[in-house]
């Protein structure tokens, strides 16, 4: 069975500064995507950046962007410049059949 | 259509009553997903549906869930004779086939009484 580990239930970063949020999992799937989800306050979840597992390029999304290293099974979230709006839950999540969450790391941003 | 839709948005019910949740996708999408989250949780997959054909449930969906998705448009799930270990919050998604990414909904918080 597909897991995935998020090892940071809470994170803070002041704002305009660097963090990195983790994420690992497991699988013996070699075709598979993976997604960081964020989650607001009392809001939905929306995609924040996405990652085909053939794809050894790491992808970018503008002040978000992803360390990708398939050997390790590891999936890490840096957001750069944090701004008080990136504050909510950060999901990690795996698929392949179905999607697989992790149990999300809260971000906290100081002013 | 701007994106997915649940309603309602809150349910507070009895313990042992029915409760009926209805999930509107965003209309072009042909895949339909209900997830459960629990407070200081990830979402957890219950079932999907491609169009109308259910092909996928996970174990956590008991007996006492069901979902249909009869016109292959919006989606109702049930669950019958409700217990306190179903308060959580359900929340439905919506995606063309893989590899694209799935829409979430609001959710519908459900606290059993």
């Known amino acids: 069975a597909q897991t995935v580990t998020q090892s940071q239930p809470e994170m803070s970063v002041q704002e305009a500064e660097t963090v990195t949020l983790s994420c690992t999992y497991d699988t013996s799937e070699s075709d598979y995507y993976l997604f960081w989800y964020k989650q607001p306050p009392s809001r939905q979840m929306i995609l924040v950046i996405r990652q085909e597992a053939y794809k050894q390029q790491n992808a970018t999304e503008n002040r978000f962007s992803v360390n990708f290293q398939k050997a390790a099974k590891s999936f890490s979230l840096k957001i750069s410049d944090s701004q008080l709006g990136d504050a909510a839950m950060y999901f990690c999540a795996y698929r392949s059949h179905d999607m697989r969450f992790g149990a999300g790391t809260r971000l906290t941003v100081k002013p | 259509d701007t994106g997915v839709s649940q309603d309602p948005r809150h349910k507070i019910t009895k313990r042992g009553q029915n409760v009926t949740f209805r999930c509107d996708p965003i209309?072009?999408?042909?895949?339909l997903y209900w997830y459960r989250q629990t407070l200081g949780q990830g979402p957890e997959f219950l079932t999907y549906?491609?169009?109308?054909?259910?092909?996928?449930k996970s174990r956590l969906l008991s007996d006492r869930f069901s979902a249909e998705r009869p016109k292959g448009s919006f989606s109702t799930l049930e669950i019958q004779r409700t217990e306190q270990g179903d308060s959580a919050m359900y929340l439905c998604?919506?995606?063309?086939?893989?590899?694209?990414?799935?829409?979430f909904g609001p959710g519908t918080r459900l606290t059993v009484l």
């Open positions: 549906f491609q169009n109308e054909a259910q092909l996928e």
């Open positions: 209309s072009e999408h042909n895949r």
């Open positions: 998604a919506s995606s063309f086939s893989l590899p694209n990414e799935q829409f």
